[in-house]
Every structure is written in C-alpha cells, then in structure tokens.
C-alpha cells in the first residue's frame, strides 16, 4: 500500500546526541522550518555510520552503507527517498523508494537508522509520514502522564513540544554531529 506524497513531510538530520539517562544515541530528524522534530534512538554502530558521512570522514575500506550506495549505484539504481513509515508498539518503520536503471520504482523495508545512513550516502530526502510525528507526539504524551513526577530525565518520555522547547534552548555546541 503506497502512501501518497502529501500524506509526508521532508526532514532532514538535525543531529546526532546521546541520550544521559541510556547512553544511547539519538538522531533527530526536523522539518526545513524547524517546527517540527522527530527523535528517534538508533545503534551506536548507525549513529557512527551516520556521523562519519555528516563530517565528511572518509575511512580506508568500504563501511556497509557505503556497500549498500556502491552496489546500488553498480546495478543502475537510485536511492529516490527515505521514508519513515509507522510507528508500531514503540518501534519505528521504514522503507526506501528506489528506481532500477529500467526506471522500475521498488519499495524495501528498511530499519530507520539504515534508511537514514543510506539517504545521507546518496544525498536522499527523508520523509516522515504525518501520521507517525502524531503517534510519536501520542507515545511521548502517554509516557508522560504514566510516568513517576520526578522522572524529567527520561528523554523517551518527552512530548514533541517539549522536545520543541528542549531543543531550542540548545547551542550547536550541544549536537555531537550537527548539519
């Protein structure tokens, strides 16, 4: 079932943080306008895959989503977007929209952190489905009220204004990684 267009919203990679409380990286996805964000915690193994391309770091031999860049673009095809398709039971899903050298439009199942590396490789948009930034906004908002007072420092259980709020107090210098 094929989402139309409109029904998506063009981000881009914020940056890159760790979460204090887990130790986990976060990439933050926001919308051109900065209105709207999208975090969403990856691997450490992504975030070093996405943080290597966003400062330009070259390494000696191929990392994977570099594999995965030069063999697509070996067989003739494109990376046309990543997107970022559901979020189910906590999990985020995702998908990339690729055209083959016959101009046949393919779409695969993708880890999000994977379809993010990848976009950034082949210099790719990024789309958020509408519907994901509301159940986003709707976990984070249950958290919230499930959660003990004293618990601010559980970031998952942020809403997406406070988000909003959190990170327009911060400075470049806060992002590890910043575009």
Do not use: C
């Not at 964000?37 to 070259?58: D, K, Q, S, V, Y």
Request: glycine residues 4%; aromatic residues 6%.
């Amino acid at each position: 079932m094929t989402a139309h267009r409109e029904d998506f919203i063009l981000m881009v990679v914020g940056g890159i943080k760790i979460d204090p409380s887990t130790k986990m990286p976060i990439v933050v996805l926001k919308d051109p306008d900065n209105r709207m964000n999208l975090p969403i915690w990856i691997g450490p193994l992504e975030a070093t895959a996405m943080a290597t391309e966003l400062e330009g770091i070259r390494s000696q031999r191929p990392m994977t989503h570099d594999l995965l860049r030069n063999l697509l673009a070996e067989f003739g095809a494109t990376v046309e977007a990543a997107e970022i398709t559901e979020l189910r039971e906590s999990t985020y899903f995702a998908r990339l929209q690729l055209k083959t050298r016959e101009g046949k439009a393919l779409e695969i199942d993708s880890r999000p952190s994977d379809a993010i590396a990848l976009a950034l490789r082949t210099k790719s948009p990024i789309y958020v489905a509408k519907k994901v930034l509301e159940d986003s906004s709707e976990l984070h908002e249950a958290e919230n009220q499930a959660a003990a007072p004293n618990t601010d420092q559980n970031l998952a259980g942020i809403s997406r204004d406070k988000w909003s709020e959190i990170l327009e107090r911060m400075s470049p210098e806060d992002f590890k990684y910043k575009m």
